[in-house]
């Protein structure tokens, strides 16, 4: 198996990986680094991980994640791959990962469920160890974490073919999500870790909500990559799992953006010229949308005034008309 690890100019969190697998390196595991730094520290940080246990290092230019995922999914010795981004792996968690490999011979993908630093609950409500059958079951249920990187593991060979494909989604931040939809719908068995098994580091909120595009500071990461990248990826594969399964995906991912927007959690509106077109015509035919709909074309002073309110207002979860929307969302939902 293959750890690979993705580094651009963080060193700390490289050390922080490397400390957590030091003690859980064997013979079976290659640890593969691409550091595409524009500075020497991770590098240097290498050389002294050396001297403790293997690591295959390889300096490039910045490529972006899309790339560098990419690359490190076809160089890869390893007959499972793992990627990891700047996070951390339990105790224990790569010699449970060997033993699924060693004793599901059909197994092509893993899922390792995972917690948020400084929160108790686990990402995925799956209370046990388990084996998925068929493409469609690992959709059927609460698909979080099939997008992050670290939290997927997977056959090297299914994977493959769909590097082409990935390709098309460089850029978006989301290449990960098609190989890995690809390597479920390849078939074989899945398997589900309960954990924890990743200690996840999740991005700032001004690393999610800010980025520049042609000179300008906007608001548009989470819009664009769970908004439009998330459901143009899962039809891409449409036909590859049940239509009910892969709507009802898209729907909770939808959900899940507008409402995050509406509140100011991960971004807002303010994106480039017809992003809201581009999501309209993905999402027209879900009740929801139709709901989204007024809000996404208000002018933005209108949804920071919104933001305010709700504030003020429906943060408490006791309070009753807060309360009452949020069962009317469940609802339609």
Known sequence: MSICVLSYNQADEVKRLLDSIADQVTPEVEVFVRDDS???ETEELIKEYQKRFPIRYVRGEKGGIDRTVIYLTKEASGEFIWWMGDDVIYP???AKVLSVIKNCPNVN?????????????LAVDIPEDRLFHGNDEILS???TGLGFISA???RRKTALPALNG????VGSLFSNLYIVLHVLAAGGESYFLCGPIVECYPATPSEIKEIVVNGKKINNRAFEVFGITFGKIFWDFSNKFGRRSVRKVIKKSFASLWRGMLV???????????KRWRMFKLYWSYPECWIALPIMLMPLWVNRGLYRVYKIFFSHRKFVFGE??????????
Do not use: C, M
């Open 152 to 154: 997927t593991i997977f």
């Open 92 to 94: 224990g968690a790569v």
């Open 166 to 169: 990935a390709e098309r989604y």
């Open 38 to 40: 524009t500075n020497s």
């Open 264 to 274: 100011g959690w991960i971004g807002g509106w303010d994106t480039p010229k017809g």
């Open 141 to 143: 249920g609460d698909v």
């Open 324 to 333: 009452n929307l949020n069962k009317f969302f469940r609802k339609i939902s």
């Open 109 to 121: 993908f893993i899922w390792a469920n995972y917690k948020v630093h400084g929160q108790d609950s």
